[in-house]
């Protein structure tokens, strides 16, 4: 398959590609090397990904539609994978406008641009964020999502609706795919493990919020990865022909269109997940014990059920063992 996908320099798309261009695929890449955070780690993946001769890379903002039509007109996709886009929940409270541009404004580009070519599956990201304010839990993708705590959880939930939109007026099959705390080796410096990774090692504290009382669904990547392989083409969405949605698929009764959680199927208390961490660096981390952030939810915890149902496939490794596999990395990496 051309395969096009947006964030390859990121650490999700970094992953997915590498699987990809192992299964033997043709991958286009397209990231805007922003500096959110550190750009050489970002250049590190995409010079890795080049190693491969069925790999190649546009580096451009998703803002600058004439970049991207041209990237994504030169390549001829049969799938459309975006990932790319602002991350980070905390980042959004200092600067909003960078989420508006990119995940909402950049992602209506990229549909243009699989709407054009007519490709076969146009897979997006969004994020457990979307949940916001649901205490009901597991999260479910049938669940409302209403009540978004942040300016990132509420571009997100808008491309949400816009692939909707363009699945019903253009038949073009759309899978929502939201994602529940990825981790593992490549990480985003902006994530927690990275930080408390960081910190314990060179002594300083660690920034526990909500005093610990936290729960996370940690999803480590290679599996998030899997699971969007297993989608792209097992799971190809169709229009209902009578409307008729089977019961618990979030499947649009108007359109090929459904979104799919993405997680491990177990939250985890965040004590738990730093002492994994202490015991994969040999360390004890000092706590510097926090209130809650603003737009921060206590839990998140991912109903996988449709996500097997779909691909036969569940996110299932442990999360001591995914962290243990990220400190490995970050010691050889950092020399640490």
Partial sequence: MRIFITGTAGFIGYHLARLLLDEGHVVAGFDGMTDYYDVTLKQRRHAMLLQSPGFSATEA??????????????????????????????????????????????????????????????????????????????????????????????????TEAMGHAYAHLHGLPTTMFRFFTVYGPWGRPDM????????????????????????????????????????????????????????????????????????????????????????????????????MQPGDVPATWADAGLLERLTGYRPETDMREGVKRFVDWYRDYYRA
């Fill in 61 to 158: 903002m998703l803002e600058d539609q004439g970049a991207l039509d041209a990237a994504i007109d030169a390549f001829g996709p049969e799938v459309v994978v975006h990932l790319a886009g602002q991350a980070g929940v905390r980042y959004s409270l200092e600067n909003p406008r960078a989420y508006v541009d990119a995940n909402v404004t950049g992602t209506f580009n990229v549909m243009e641009g699989a709407l054009r070519h007519r490709v076969g599956h146009l897979m997006m990201a969004s994020t457990s964020s979307v949940y916001g304010a649901n205490t009901q839990m597991p999260f479910a993708e049938t669940d409302k999502a209403d009540t978004p705590m942040t300016i990132y959880a509420a571009t997100k939930k808008a």
């Fill in 192 to 291: 927690a493990l990275f930080k408390f990774v960081k910190a314990t090692l060179e002594g300083q504290p660690i920034d526990v919020y909500n005093h610990g009382d936290m729960f996370r669904d940690f999803t480590y990547v290679e599996d998030l990865v899997r699971a969007i392989r297993l989608l792209m083409t097992e799971a190809v969405p169709e229009r209902p022909e009578d409307g008729v949605v089977p019961e618990g698929d979030s499947l649009s009764p108007v359109a090929p269109y459904r979104v799919v959680n993405i997680g491990n199927s177990r939250s985890e208390r965040l004590t738990d997940f730093i002492a994994a961490i202490e015991d994969a660096l040999g360390m004890t981390a000092t706590r510097n014990m926090m209130d």
